[in-house]
């Protein structure tokens, strides 16, 4: 039922062009058993008045007879339909709902909390923008909670809002609330989850559901229906690799042969070169064809058919890409495998492997390890079982094209099926690392190609030396956010300007801004975030100047690779120590309170560690000392390490 509007009486054409245009968030709820997860949506849509009224009879008839909640309104009874549902009070089944408001419409699938329907929670994700994981305020974080995490990482949902429910039976407490989050984010700092955050509710009753609860005054956000209203998916879609993977060649007669299908990511615009895989035939768009008449451009997810200038071979299972952008083209490769079947998987056994439009033969050549969900730690498995998760090297006897799962969804996805009995028993998530690659960072990277040659300058370093009077370091000021980095490596800038000394401030945060703008805050991304900043102190070093990193840096393992990078004898780490309540108290930009809310994920102090240097050239306490008091100290340092001439 959708929202109420006056355009249904007075204007149905424009109501019904008004709610085509809409932007369409699909979601996902998840977590354990008796979480709440079918009560929440069933007073989601309660609360929103999006039930008709027969079937708002038909609930309150079944919850006095199933008594599911003592005989008063049971919103669950909404979406758990099956009678075995009914009867356990639990979900089974992927139950699917629609309902629009008057900013978005929205596809809800209810997942089963159960840990014998983990594929059925798998396949409700699969397709979904946003996931809502549910934690009874009564138990925590449990094993199912940790487990549908891990899934929803893996399968690449960007937006969880984790919702901590039965609220009214912990007396709304506060303190509850603040332990199960910090609990939450401390397990899920090793996921891959860049927008997280927290609502507590009390589903059964409407708090916090549609409307804000009179009984948690403490909490100051938003409701979880506003934050559906509200939060930015527009970026998600891939709109830059152009994938069509080809479904049906339509020829109604001889003047007409069209390519029909999917688009699955990208933009096509009439006009455009395209090229066809596999035979990488190169032409032009003619024309892009819908049920509405012709098109000048179209983008993912829209169902079109496509005409070209030239009469090349394309049929089903082929890709039309862009020449200058194709995807991966293998016949191996390494992908995580969901297991779905009763039957283990069986290393070497012969399956079909479906991959957008295309089915080959193939068999998961090597299974390197399984993980294990509550502790994502791998181990060592012959077999993959009913539910269980595991890496595999999978072997076809045809390559396919295809992205990593990463960056694209669709053509980073395959199902596996059972030759036999054409069921499918397996969901794939192919890696973005070719087959037989082991995770590395670029830290251990060579260059691509082995015609590069370092180039040699016609000034040399005793001139550099003479001119500039002082040996090149870097120094690397490492310390929480808040502990004074930029503000003191902008004053010891000053200081060595005014001393006649060459210098260059390389603050983490620009680099951020420029040359690491598609990073994240992972841990690996804010490892190669100081990769790039330490090759770019190399440049500055070698060419005579003193450079200034100011970088959070937390991992000692990675500022010792910077190190190496940059040489050891050139190489000076300088930690700025402050207490986590002091640079709270600094944080002017409110990083801290973004990473409290889960908007920033991965916040070393907060949801990640920081890793103190263990022996660092010199420590400064940034609380008792002014920033004067600190650039002395270092400019008394580099005379000692004999920096200056």
């Known amino acids: 039922m959708s929202h109420s509007s006056e355009l249904i009486a007075n204007d149905i054409d424009s109501y019904l062009d008004q709610h085509e245009r809409k932007e369409l968030l699909r979601f996902i709820t998840c977590g354990s058993v008796d979480d709440g997860k079918s009560t929440l949506i069933g007073r989601l849509l309660y609360d929103a008045k999006m039930i008709y009224e027969d079937q708002l009879a038909a609930i309150e008839k079944d919850s006095i007879k199933h008594g599911t909640t003592g005989g008063g309104f049971d919103p669950a009874l909404l979406t758990d339909g099956l009678k075995e549902e009914r009867e356990q009070g639990i979900t089974i089944d992927v139950a699917y709902r629609y309902f629009s408001t008057a900013r978005r419409k929205f596809i809800i699938a209810d997942t089963p909390g159960h840990e014998q329907y983990t594929r059925n929670m798998a396949t409700g994700a699969s397709t979904a923008d946003l996931s809502i994981i549910l934690i009874d305020a009564r138990n925590g974080v449990l094993t199912q909670t940790k487990r549908h995490s891990f899934i929803t990482s893996l399968l690449g949902i960007k937006h969880v809002l984790v919702a901590i429910n039965k609220m009214d039976l912990v007396d709304f407490s506060e303190t509850v609330y603040q332990q199960i989050r910090q609990d939450y984010q401390n397990f899920s700092a090793r996921l891959d989850i860049p927008d997280l955050h927290f609502i507590p509710i009390a589903a059964l009753h409407g708090d916090n559901v549609v409307d804000s609860s009179p009984n948690m005054p403490w909490y100051g956000g938003s409701t ?25 060649v339509n020829r109604p007669h001889l003047d007409f042969r069209g390519f029909c299908g999917t688009i699955a990511s990208g933009i096509i615009r009439r006009g455009d070169e395209v090229m066809a895989l596999p035979s990488r035939k190169t032409t032009k768009v003619k024309s892009i064809v819908t049920f509405d008449g012709e098109m000048e451009e179209a983008h993912a997810p829209q169902a079109v058919t496509v005409t070209l200038d030239d009469e090349i071979d394309v049929s089903r299972g082929d890709m039309i890409v862009r020449p200058g952008n194709v995807p991966r083209q293998a016949p191996r490769f390494d992908a995580m495998v969901i297991w779905m079947s009763e039957q283990p998987l069986v290393p070497g056994k012969q399956y079909l492997f479906k991959q957008t439009t295309k089915t080959v033969n193939g068999s998961v050549q090597n299974l390197r390890y399984q993980v294990d969900v509550n502790t994502l730690h791998r181990q060592d498995a012959a077999v993959l079982k009913l539910n269980e998760i595991g890496r595999c090297e999978i072997s076809l006897t045809e390559p396919l094209f295809y992205d990593g799962y990463r960056r694209n969804r669709s053509t980073g996805a395959l ?133 200034i990193a100011a970088f959070l840096a937390p991992s000692e393992e990675v500022r010792n690779k910077a190190a190496q990078t940059v040489g050891a004898d050139r190489f000076v780490t300088i930690h700025l120590h402050a207490s986590l309540e002091v640079c709270r108290q600094r944080d002017t930009a409110g990083h801290y309170a973004m990473a409290d809310s889960g908007e920033i994920g991965n916040f070393p102090g907060v949801s990640s560690p920081y890793e103190e240097p263990e022996s660092p050239d010199l420590r400064l306490d940034t609380e008792t000392l002014s920033v004067d008091e600190c650039v002395e100290k270092i400019y008394e340092l580099l005379k000692a390490k004999g920096v200056f001439l």
């Open 224 to 248: 979880l229906m506003h934050f559906l209203e509200t939060v930015y998916i527009g970026s998600d879609r891939n709109l830059q690799d152009f994938r069509f993977p080809v479904q049906f």
């Open 415 to 547: 199902i596996i099926i059972d030759r036999i009995t054409n069921a499918t028993v397996g969901a794939g998530i192919i890696l973005d690392r070719q087959s037989g690659e082991e995770p590395k960072t670029l830290w251990e990277e060579e260059p691509t190609t082995d015609t590069l040659e370092a180039k040699s300058s016609s000034v040399t370093a005793m001139e550099r030396h003479a001119r500039f009077g002082q040996n090149p370091v870097t120094l690397l000021l490492t310390g929480l956010t808040g502990a004074g980095k930029t503000t003191i490596s902008s004053a010891l800038e000053r200081r060595l300007f005014d001393e006649g000394r060459a210098s260059v401030v390389l603050d983490g945060q620009d680099i951020r801004r420029g040359i690491s703008k598609d990073l994240g805050f992972a841990a690996n991304d804010r490892s190669e975030n100081l990769r790039r900043g330490a090759e770019i102190a190399k440049l500055i070093n070698s060419h005579g100047f003193l450079c």
